[in-house]
């Protein structure tokens, strides 16, 4: 079960004729089956905030072509894996969790018990993913933004940091819009931290003057 660079022939009838004939040429050229960020040598955790603007959108395909494969491949109904996963971080977690133990345990220097324990732990990741998703109200036809409730004092929340609008006719183009809201989040964080050095570094150089 790997993530394959072209498209995959029987992608439509797998979803049911739901993602368009040139899907990914429609998308900003990405191609969601591609496996991006796979490479040789043992996984690495993924810790999402300190992904780079580039890094984040390749381990956005990465989970996401994995989780495709996974949900079929192990029959993980809507309850487990809701098609909007992709709009809740704790499920981001989960999944990318699932995915990194599932790379160790068929890694190449893994022991041949590796699968048999990786399917013993899926047992029982599923009742938490389960149980998360009904936290989150997520479901096959409906999703709504994650709420907590804010400690005394807490700021409200910047209407710049709510996702865009779901899309519930189309799930495949929701994904890339949230992907690249995310990206166009970290890339603008990026260019705010070098503009900061930048202005520090102009200022260190005419107070040497």
């Known amino acids: 079960m790997t993530g394959q660079p072209d498209r ?6 797998r979803h049911g004729g739901d993602e368009p004939d040139g899907y990914a040429d429609d ?17 690495r955790p993924i810790i999402w905030a300190e992904l780079s603007s580039e890094d984040l959108e390749h381990e956005w395909l990465a989970l996401n072509a994995w989780v ?3 949900r079929h491949t192990y029959h993980l109904a809507s ?27 068929h890694h190449p220097d893994q022991g041949g018990s590796g699968p048999f324990g990786w399917l013993r732990d899926l047992a029982e990741w599923i009742p938490r993913m389960k149980e998360a998703v009904a936290m989150l109200g997520t479901r096959i036809d409906s999703d709504r933004p994650a709420k907590l409730a804010p400690w005394p004092g807490e700021p409200e929340p910047d209407p710049e940091d709510q996702l865009p609008p779901v899309n519930l006719a189309n799930r495949y183009e929701d994904l890339v819009a949230v992907m690249m809201w995310h990206a166009d989040r970290a890339r603008a964080q990026e260019d705010h931290y070098y503009q900061m050095v930048a202005e520090a570094t102009a200022h260190a150089s005419g107070a040497d003057l």
Request: hydrophobic share 35%; no cysteine; aromatic share 6%.
């Open 68 to 70: 495709e494969d996974a």
């Open 79 to 105: 309850n487990i894996v809701p098609p909007y996963w992709h709009r809740h971080q704790l499920l981001i977690e989960h999944l990318s969790a699932l995915r990194t133990h599932w790379q160790a345990a």
């Open 8 to 13: 995959d022939p029987n992608l439509d009838a």
């Open 27 to 43: 998308h900003h050229g990405i191609d969601l089956n591609d496996n991006a960020s796979d490479t040789d040598g043992p996984p």
